[in-house]
């Protein structure tokens, strides 16, 4: 089983990156996935999730309107498009993704996000 995100990196203020989260050793189609991220000092926070369908998504009122969540269940991939980047988005980002009927839950191991100019 592997969850594995990239996408990460330094962007400016402003700026867009785009994290996929990658899946293989399970039916990913099967689970709902989140985004969480984690900056220096501080707790947790989920950013953003989609169900296994990606039929329904929602979001932290910090990201709202600036992050879009998606999924590709044929590529066994999650994305996070991230536009208009400020410097309080800097965090390590990290894919969960977990199964609410078995109660398999996998996590990446995060990539960093860093917005400064």
């Known amino acids: 089983v592997h969850v594995v995100e990239s996408g990460g990196g330094l962007v400016q203020p402003g700026g867009s990156l785009r994290l996929s989260c990658a899946a293989s050793?399970?039916?990913?189609?099967?689970?709902?996935v989140r985004w969480y991220r984690q900056a220096l000092g501080k707790e947790r926070e989920l950013v953003a999730v989609i169900i296994s369908t990606g039929g329904s998504t929602n979001y932290a009122d910090s990201v709202k309107g600036r992050f879009t969540i998606s999924r590709d269940n044929a590529k066994n991939t999650v994305y996070l498009q991230m536009n208009s980047l400020k410097p309080e988005d800097t965090a390590v980002y990290y894919c969960?993704?977990?199964?609410?009927?078995?109660?398999?839950?996998?996590w990446g191991q995060g990539t960093q996000v860093t917005v400064s100019s």
């Open positions: 050793g399970f039916t990913f189609s099967s689970y709902v």
């Open positions: 969960n993704a977990i199964n609410h009927i078995n109660g398999y839950n996998y």
